[in-house]
């Protein structure tokens, strides 16, 4: 019964829907003694299986894993029939749930949550329902779904059609027979995919349109497969646990086989298991680098075509539904029965909408720019506002009025895809930012419900009435969560993870694509560092431990795993002759680096003997002199040699245009300071004097040289102007060593865990200079005279001990009025920028290096 809107009823906690997430959500608050209503829109219990009843609908996540794990008795209660349970068992299961725990009592079906409002006076948010009632309550938790928005028809007279209209998303229950009709079926995303093999079956005819062909593979579904019903049996809990902490939210073992170099044999193996093992987690992890690599990707994506070439008879129709727009992976794979399988029917046509675009949906059927299509029924499956669309239009408003629709007019933004600073005492689960859709939407439901109710328990026992996360805290998050997705090759594709199926929507990457095992690292770690990036309030209290909990680029974080799984001795302990060993055999595995035009290998000859060189030559036009880049190796004056910044090398050739020698100088300790400095300077005067010869421009050269490298390229800059020539157009400094002082911030924060350690940075000082010597400009730039030196481009990077002493070259060059351009590589290491193939994260930094080097020359 509806209460008078004057008499608000207060609850502890508010969840708005009913499905897996609410379902369990209101579980746990009850378990906590709290005062909870959930309000659902539906009729029941379900949410998404609640409301998506068409043909073939099904879990594409074996169901085995698609379930609850928090009750073991509920779990020993309940047996899947099938490897992907159909809609109406996974409703049976949740309305199953409900009622063993005696969930709906507590539940407002038919009752739609329309606005929310925090009142700040009382700490309390308002709510108002679609049967005019108010409630008030503490926390506010949006359990709304990814996934149930439905996308409205967004087709020039969709409404005029006279015919009958459905949508999957909300479909009728009594079931539709389409038994003797002509069926049209727009869009072929998952539930376009499901659903065209079973009303064929149906139809008389059956026409579908398709804007974008899918990716699909056969979910060979039938019983709950053995191995993993096995495993369950024998270890539940060992199991669950094991999916919790996987990447995906099901327990598999990631592989490492790499598509770009494994043989045909391999990869045929690979693909064709993960064929009829028709899992998406399995077709996902053909190979370690498909969601990155283009070329290992297109691998797997021309061996899918392939079977549908295969299924499908006429080669016109199987070439429009072989995916081409898209890498695989990038927008939601599909499983499905038959799918293809169908368009070999005769009944059945495909329309290609690249070819002939809907013009309008006419009251007898659809015209295309080239046809005119009469229909009895229309079937829209054109999927969901996904991740924001429940949420933005749930009206609701934090602070200062200001509502999540204007907060989030540019995107999403959230702290841990949990909650959004400007809304205390506000929660969304599996909300943008979080690894929701891309997982096994149940783990990390789970997940994210006990995350919510330890917090409020926390709250409760400290006495504390709000929490809301600090914008520091949110816009951290949310650039680590682009980072994420940046390193991979999702956001190129025009996808719902993207935003991109709705007009209009910002085109940001939603979900959290870090990983399920990730993502749980991370929220854990928030709440045992005393909740930090979040506010705390109560009576007399208020406590904040403000900061951002993933800096470090995600591939640079991978990388020092990797390396601390080695098990490495530090190079610090090692002689000089076994650390040079050690890099050596280090370089071996690493990738390449980008083709050239030209890659010759030389000896520049000076009074002490001669410096190996190695010049590369970019490839293409224009033909004739190039400007030249003098560039020299890190080591720490010890380490490296022409081999060793050889892939780095090739691209800042590919990026910069110039033609670059690389130049191996002396090294410690066999020849001490100040011999790689005097080196450097030789090398460039003798590239100056022979530019002609190198296919330089005569005028047009810069230094380069990162760490120890770029030590030496900013001494030679100060060396040339204190000689009076030859002239330097501009020097590149990446992660540059210019000083000895190992007392700056950056030393302090960085010294230990990223590879450049304070200690081995000693160790290269130690073998390279005495501490007398380490004043002397020739060794430590930064205490030269600055005026007068050429235009500079320093990169630092944030998790380099170095850091700041290449700050401070920055800002006295500049106060010795030298051009300056500091480029930052955020999230990175001493050592990662340079990883070329390995980091891709790097390769925005070094594109800015390239731009760099071209702008110290006049243009072309
Ligand atoms: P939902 O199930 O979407 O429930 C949200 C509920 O909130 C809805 O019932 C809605 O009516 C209600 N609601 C929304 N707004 C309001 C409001 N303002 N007031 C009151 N109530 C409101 N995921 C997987 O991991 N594996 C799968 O195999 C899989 N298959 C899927 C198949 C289909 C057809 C679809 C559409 C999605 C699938 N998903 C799958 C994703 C699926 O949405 C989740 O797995 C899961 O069911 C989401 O549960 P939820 O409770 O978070 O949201
Ligand atoms: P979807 O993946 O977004 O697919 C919608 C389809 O409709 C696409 O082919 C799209 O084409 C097309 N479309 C949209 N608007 C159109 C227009 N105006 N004109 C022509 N075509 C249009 O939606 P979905 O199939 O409902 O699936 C959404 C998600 O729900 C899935 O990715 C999955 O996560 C989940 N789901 C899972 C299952 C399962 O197997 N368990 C089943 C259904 C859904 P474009 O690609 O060109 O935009």
């Known amino acids: 019964m509806n209460k008078p809107a004057s008499v608000p009823e207060q609850f502890d906690v508010v969840v708005a829907g009913a499905g897996f997430s609410g379902l369990y959500m209101l579980y746990r608050l009850r378990q906590l003694g709290l005062s909870v209503k959930v309000l659902e829109s539906a009729g029941d219990v379900g949410g998404t299986w609640y409301w998506n009843r068409y043909p073939g609908a099904r879990c594409d996540i074996p169901t085995t894993d698609y379930t609850y794990s928090f009750d073991p008795e509920l779990e020993k209660e309940w047996t899947w029939s099938e490897k992907y349970a159909t809609q109406p068992e996974i409703l049976d299961y949740l309305q199953f749930v409900a009622d063993r725990h005696g969930l709906r009592s507590d ?91 079973l009303i064929a079956r149906q139809a008389r005819e059956l026409t579908v349109f398709q804007r974008t062909a899918n990716f699909s593979i056969p979910a060979h579904n039938g019983p709950a497969p053995a191995d993993r019903l096995k495993q369950l049996g024998e270890d539940r809990a060992g199991y669950r646990h094991a999916a919790r902490w996987s990447r995906g939210g099901v327990p598999i073992e990631p592989t490492d086989v790499l598509g770009g170099t494994a043989s045909e044999a391999v990869r045929r193996e690979r693909f064709e298991a993960a064929w009829e093992q028709g899992e998406l987690f399995g077709i996902l992890n053909v190979f370690a680098d498909q969601g990155v690599n283009p070329a290992a990707n297109d691998i797997v994506a021309e061996m899918i075509r392939e079977k549908i070439r295969s299924i499908v008879k006429d080669p016109e129709t199987s070439e429009v539904l072989c995916p081409k727009d898209h890498y695989f992976g990038t927008k939601r794979p599909c499983l499905d029965t038959g799918y293809f399988e169908t368009y070999n029917l005769p009944h059945v046509r495909l329309v290609d909408l690249r070819k002939q ?183 007399g209290e208020d406590r904040c431990w403000d900061g951002v909990i993933r800096r470090m680029q995600p591939d640079v974080a991978m990388v020092l795993e990797i390396m601390a799984g080695m098990g490495m001795p530090p190079m610090e ?88 020698v690389s130049v191996n100088y002396r090294h410690a300790p066999e020849v001490r300071f100040p011999a790689a400095a005097q080196d450097a300077f030789a090398a460039v005067q003798w590239a100056d004097a022979n530019a002609i010869e190198l296919g330089g421009i005569p005028g047009q050269l810069a230094v380069a040289g990162w760490s120890a490298g770029a030590n030496v390229a900013a001494v030679a800059c100060q060396l040339a102007r204190d000689a009076e020539g030859p002239h330097i157009s501009g020097q590149l400094l990446i992660c540059p060593v210019v000083d000895s002082d190992m007392a700056r911030p950056s030393y302090i924060e960085n010294g230990d865990g990223y590879i450049l350690t304070t200690a081995l940075m000693r160790w290269f000082w130690d073998h390279y200079a005495d501490p007398a010597d380490r004043g002397d400009p020739r060794a430590t730039p930064l205490r030269g005279d600055l005026k007068g030196l050429p235009s500079a481009c320093i990169v630092t990077a944030d998790f380099d001990p170095l850091r700041d002493e290449g700050v401070a070259y920055a800002r006295a060059l500049e106060a010795a009025g030298v051009p300056v351009r500091l480029a930052r590589a955020r999230g990175h290491t001493h050592t990662s920028v340079t990883m070329v193939g390995v980091v891709i994260s790097g390769a925005p930094v070094r594109a800015e290096i390239g731009e760099a080097l071209r702008d110290f020359f006049p243009a072309p």
């Open 357 to 539: 675009p809907i013009a309008s949906i006419t009251e007898e059927g659809i015209e295309t720019a080239d046809e005119s299509f009469g229909f009895d029924a229309i079937v829209y499956a054109t999927g969901f506002d996904a991740m924001t669309g429940a949420l933005v239009a749930a009206d609701v408003a934090g602070r200062d009025g200001v509502s999540l629709q204007e907060k989030w007019a540019a995107g999403p933004s959230t702290y841990l895809g949990l909650m959004t600073a400007g809304f205390p005492n506000f929660f969304m689960l599996t909300g943008p930012g979080s690894p929701s859709v891309l997982s096994n939407m149940t783990v990390s439901i789970e997940q994210h419900v006990d995350w919510v109710a330890e917090c409020l328990e926390g709250m409760r026992e400290a006495g504390l009435e709000t929490i809301e996360p600090t914008t520091l805290a949110e816009a951290g998050w949310n650039q680590h969560v682009q980072d994420c997705a940046a390193i991979t090759l999702h956001p190129t594709a025009n996808s719902w993870y993207m935003g991109a199926n709705v007009p209009g929507k910002p085109r940001v990457f939603l979900p959290y694509i870090g990983g399920v095992n990730a993502y749980r690292q991370a929220c854990d770690e928030v709440a045992s560092q005393g909740y930090l990036g979040f506010r705390l309030t109560g009576p």
């Open 107 to 197: 539940i407002e079906f038919s009752t739609t949550v329309t606005s929310a409002r925090w009142d700040e006076q009382e700490n309390r948010w308002r709510l108002t329902t679609s049967c005019g009632s108010e409630i008030r309550c503490r926390f506010y938790i949006m359990a709304t779904g990814c996934l149930s928005m439905p996308k409205a028809a967004d087709i020039e007279g969709a409404g005029r059609f006279a015919g009958q209209v459905y949508f999957t998303s909300r479909w009728p229950h009594e079931g539709v027979d389409f038994t003797g009709q002509r069926v049209a079926v727009i869009g072929t995303g998952s539930s376009g995919i499901q659903s065209i093999p």
């Open 573 to 660: 302990t090692l002689s000089a002759a076994d650390a040079r060993a050690l890099m050596a055999a280090a370089a071996q595995t690493r990738p390449p680096g980008p083709e050239v035009g030209e890659v010759t290998d030389g000896v520049i000859p000076i009074p002490a003997g001669d410096l190996p060189y190695r010049l590369y030559r970019p490839a293409g036009p224009p033909e004739g002199p190039r400007p030249l880049v003098v560039y020299f190796h890190g080591g720490g004056w010890v380490l490296g040699n022409l081999d060793s910044d050889d892939p780095l090398c090739r691209d800042l050739c590919a990026r910069s245009g110039a033609v670059v």
